[in-house]
């Protein structure tokens, strides 16, 4: 008997939970005094053409998103720590240990010092292997340059760009080989990118030192 009450309940359970579900599906296609003279015919052509965005169209969007959202947020950092985790680091193994550990404590000097890495000094060596990918995931692409460190005797160091800095000048504009910020050669290779600086002028920085993902 009590075997049956509870087929009972989770029978009534079951179909509860059906009704739940179908319920406003059912509503949505039957016939209703209001609905009964209502056709839709979809399309034939399925593709949907939306309109060119810019960079710092898309930028914004997305950044209202990760401003807004927790979870976006979270995704992308997530993303990102769980990809690096500690991050490239160097070993070096060859016959000589005593250089070995004098080069490998050189270079983990360097990675740490903002100052030397990065031109703006920002952020260390493992701190741009993070950005790299959550920038990636978050506005689509990583954009940075190798350039010359002023600071110390133009050893070479990372300059990171965010996407909406990348943009084609104001002179670039009957320039069809210049598609939003990135120069394009007769083949749409990438020659070089324009980066707008703090004080609105423009930057143009060949393919050679661009790091483009």
């Known amino acids: 008997m009590k075997f049956l009450q509870t087929l009972k309940s989770a029978a009534a359970g079951a179909m509860l939970g059906f009704v739940n579900a179908w ?4 509503e949505a296609v039957s016939n209703t005094p209001d609905r009964q003279s209502i056709f839709y015919f979809p399309n ?3 593709r949907q053409y939306l309109p060119s965005w810019t960079r710092q169209q898309i930028n914004f969007r997305v950044e209202w998103l990760f401003q807004n959202f927790g979870i976006v947020k979270e995704a992308v950092r997530g993303i990102a720590r769980y990809v690096v985790g500690k991050g490239i680091y160097l070993a070096l ?3 000589d240990e005593a250089w070995n550990a004098e080069a490998e404590a050189d270079v983990e ?3 740490l010092a903002p100052d030397r890495c990065d031109l703006a000094g920002r952020r260390n060596g493992y701190e741009i292997q993070t950005f790299a990918p959550q920038a990636r995931v978050k506005q689509g692409e990583f ?3 190798i350039v010359p460190n ?3 005797e133009d050893a070479p160091c990372i300059q990171l760009f965010d996407a909406s800095e990348v943009m084609s000048p104001p002179s670039a504009e009957s320039n069809p080989f210049i598609v939003d910020g990135i120069e394009l050669d007769n083949n749409h290779c990438m020659v070089a990118i324009h980066v707008r600086g703090l004080d609105n002028t423009f930057t143009r920085i060949p393919r050679a030192q661009v790091i483009h993902w």
């Open 143 to 145: 954009l940075a340059a």
């Open 93 to 95: 193994n060859t016959d």
């Open 23 to 26: 319920g406003p599906f059912a």
């Open 44 to 46: 034939a052509d399925t």
């Open 109 to 111: 000097c360097y990675m």
């Open 150 to 152: 002023p600071r110390w």
